[in-house]
């Protein structure tokens, strides 16, 4: 039971590199949703969809682009990465009714 | 909007000794509340949850919570702190959206980190 499964776990890009951040869970989950957490402020939502095809901005979600092609995956794209966006990087997923969300274990990303 | 205050950034306890860690919220209506946990390096996982019914909730490694609506509170609590223990906790309200049924969008606070002293 693979749950919510985050690709890379680390990664080091300098300034204006693009990248994708992987997330796939294999619970059929409707919800997905990405988060970024920096010390002393908690986690903070990024962008997150309620099914394939729909997608919605979540409270910091300016130098992020999401899609949601397929119920499974949720891919977080930096398009130029920039030095405040080292963070670390948590996906999750639930379902649509009245359940918790489900973590994945994090991409801890360094800007250089 | 729904935010979420955790007042106390560090808090240190005796092992054995009973813990308290604070949860206010604001929110126009009833929101859905959780804890989570966060091992140094790890992801989080839910301790527990409240939905609706029976105000005191009971979650997993022996944590309970009690949703006060009068004071807007969702305190965790545990009678007895193992060393196991020490971890970040994060408060977490999820405010229902139209997005369809059940669904919400959950707001963290900033977390309690907990020492444990042996």
């Known amino acids: 039971n693979a749950g919510v499964t985050q690709t890379p776990k680390f990664q080091v890009l300098k300034t204006g590199q693009s990248m994708t951040l992987q997330c796939a869970q294999d619970m059929n989950h409707e919800y997905m949703s990405w988060y970024r957490q920096d010390p002393g402020m908690g986690l903070r939502l990024i962008h997150y969809?309620?099914?394939?095809?729909?997608?919605d901005q979540g409270e910091v979600p300016n130098g992020y682009n999401v899609s949601r092609s397929t119920t499974e995956d949720f891919p977080l794209r930096l398009l130029s990465a920039a030095p405040s966006q080292t963070s670390v990087y948590f996906c999750?997923?639930?379902?649509?009714?009245?359940?918790?969300?489900?973590f994945g274990d994090g991409t801890r990303l360094s800007i250089l | 909007a729904q935010s979420v205050t955790q007042p106390d950034i560090h808090i240190t306890v005796s092992e054995g000794a009973s813990l308290e860690l604070r949860c206010n919220y604001s929110?126009?209506?009833?929101?859905?509340l959780f804890w989570y946990v966060q091992s140094p390096g790890q992801g989080l996982q839910l301790l527990l949850k409240y939905f609706s019914g029976d105000t005191l909730v009971q979650g997993i490694k022996g944590f309970e919570a009690e949703f006060k609506r009068s004071q807007s509170s969702f305190n965790l609590r545990k009678p007895s702190v193992h060393w196991s223990d020490a971890a970040e906790y994060f408060c977490a309200v999820g405010a229902p959206t139209y997005s369809g049924a059940g669904s919400y969008q959950l707001t963290f606070g900033k977390g309690t980190k907990l020492s444990v002293i042996p």
């Open positions: 999750a997923s639930r379902n649509s009714l009245n359940q918790p969300q489900h």
């Open positions: 929110y126009g209506a009833t929101p859905y």
């Open positions: 969809s309620v099914g394939a095809g729909i997608t």
